[in-house]
């Protein structure tokens, strides 16, 4: 069974950092690709960043240079570095396993609240 657990939201000022972490269980971890998402309210969920099994990333245009996104197999554990926060980075954050590129299972997620 799958499972993604999310932590590390919270409530932040604009220009702070946080860091997310994603611990998954039930699947070969180490080799899976994986996502962080959001969904700020009223909006479509959208891919954030994600991490091959090789440790290949990628980032949307509106994180790139302020979100890092890394993996500790060891761990089953993925994170998300989030500096330079804005509050249109607030939402409720999401991990995610992809298959082919696609999210096929989500973790709880996390809110994140970029606000003075």
């Known amino acids: 069974q799958v499972q993604l657990v999310e932590s590390g939201g919270g409530l932040v000022q604009p220009g702070g950092s946080l860091r997310l972490s994603c611990t998954a269980s039930?699947?070969?971890?180490?080799?899976?690709?994986m996502g962080w998402y959001r969904q700020a309210p009223g909006k479509e969920r959208e891919l954030v960043a994600h991490?091959?099994?090789?440790?290949?990333?990628n980032y949307a245009e509106p994180v790139k240079g302020r979100f890092t996104i890394s993996r500790d197999n060891a761990k089953n554990t993925v994170y998300l570095q989030m500096n330079s926060l804005q509050p249109e980075d607030t939402a409720v954050y999401y991990c995610?396993?992809?298959?082919?590129?696609?999210?096929?299972?989500w973790g709880q997620g996390t809110q994140v609240t970029v606000s003075s």
């Open positions: 991490i091959t099994s090789g440790g290949s990333t």
């Open positions: 039930g699947f070969m971890f180490r080799f899976t690709t």
């Open positions: 995610s396993k992809l298959r082919a590129g696609v999210p096929e299972n």
